[in-house]
């Protein structure tokens, strides 16, 4: 799977956990749809990136939100204990967003190689294929 699907996937799974926080766990502050935005903000990453044209662009944009998604709900992971959704809801968006910013690591790191070996990567390819059917 491409990239922009991971990243489209990640975005809707981190909605998923925001609005799960914020309507289950009772929240009492908008700050626990944090998740949510970010979410969002991948999701339209991954829909430009789909497109083709600022794919870097988007997946290196939605790889910088993968960072501050992990380290902002790391930072105040345990500030409050008592309640558990919200500790369940940050250690989850932490949780994503760490394994999202490792797998853009490995997918730049797959695309350098390619590139070096004088191969066509999936993305190329796939822009292939959509240029193929225009």
């Known amino acids: 799977m491409t990239m922009h699907r991971w990243t489209i ?6 909605v998923a956990v925001g609005m799960g926080g914020y309507f289950l766990g009772g929240a009492k502050n908008h700050m626990a749809l944090f998740p949510a935005v970010l979410g969002v903000a991948m999701f339209v990453c991954g829909m430009v990136a789909a497109q ?5 662009l988007a997946i290196h944009v939605a790889a910088l939100i993968g960072v501050i998604g992990f380290l902002g709900p790391l930072l105040v992971l345990f500030e409050d204990t008592a309640n558990t959704a919200a500790v369940l809801a940050k250690g989850l968006t932490s949780a994503l967003c760490l394994m999202f910013v ?8 797959e695309v350098r190689r390619t590139r070096k070996a004088g191969k066509k990567t999936d993305e190329a ?3 292939d294929e959509q240029d ?3």
């Open 125 to 127: 390819l796939d822009t």
């Open 9 to 14: 996937l990640f975005g809707l799974l981190l």
């Open 52 to 56: 083709g044209a600022m794919r870097m």
């Open 102 to 109: 490792l797998m853009c690591v490995n997918s730049f790191l």
């Open 132 to 134: 193929l059917l225009s």
